[in-house]
């Protein structure tokens, strides 16, 4: 896997780019690197599709505000958004980020203008939510790894879209959750298990083993189905060989390589958060940070994957 897949160009530029995985495998990082491009804006987390649970995507709390060619649903919608009841409305999560930015940053008038202008459809209100955030880009996109269980919508409504799957070693992806959680340990179930140590890591590492499969399964099944329109790129090879992956992914994309896309900050919540540069270390600290008995859980389920994803399925001996 550390050779760069073979890559053919796009004929035309693609306008659309979708960041998907699971969570803790560089979505963050590849959304902030593409976006030191002057042609690319990826939204950050919006959970528009749908969420881990399906009915807690945004769309499916805005269809209860009935067919939007009615402006007065139109106006509803809006003091919905912006009145505090969105953030209100689930009692599992918080508002997805991109929302927050939307009503920090965009006027109510003017998303309420952009909707009304426009055919009023789930397509047109998730266009417009990436579109808010562009500034003139002419590529847009946004980056919520959940989304990867709804490709198929993404597919269909932007037939020009292009997908980067990031992967990353599950055993890295729950070294890094379990540190995530155990700081930020405030929603339904984190922060009632936080306080049982042994049922925490358990159910870190369950809910990272059912995601991992789920997500790895989808990207063999979505390499098929769009073979030139699903991109994987391993966290591993972005963060230790950066420049070649990153021209490799312009390419793909139609857009310029800038030497601009290497200058990055650590800025996930990680060990070397704050850094200059790509966090090379970050491809097998986790050797250092995982139970060996939780090692051998991940080794045992995933062997066949991890060998076919070009993961070691034990640690190397120096532990490096």
Known sequence: MRDQQEVTSPALR???VFIVGVSRSGTTLMMKTLNTSDEVAISNENHFLGHLLPWEGARHQFRRFGDLRNDENVHRLVDFIYSGAFAKSSRLRGLSRH??????KVGRDDLQHRILDSDRTERALFEIMMQVYAEGRPVIGEKTPAHVRYVPTIMAWFPDARVI???RDPRAVFVSELRRRKREAVTVPYKQLSRIGFLFKL?????????????ATLL???RRLYPDRYYLLRFEDLVSEPEPHIRALCAYLGISFQQELLNQIVVSKGFQAGQ???DAQAAQRWQKHIDPWIERWY?????????SFGYSPTRSTDGH
Do not use: N, P, Q, V
Request: glycine share 2%; net charge positive.
């Open 203 to 215: 159910f870190i590492m369950l809910e990272t083993t059912l995601a991992w499969r789920e997500s």
């Open 165 to 167: 799957h990031m992967l």
């Open 276 to 278: 200059s540069g790509f």
């Open 99 to 104: 929302w927050r930015w939307i009503i920090k």
């Open 220 to 222: 063999k099944k979505y």
């Open 299 to 307: 080794s045992f389920w995933f062997e066949s994957d991890l060998k």
């Open 14 to 16: 693609t306008r659309h």
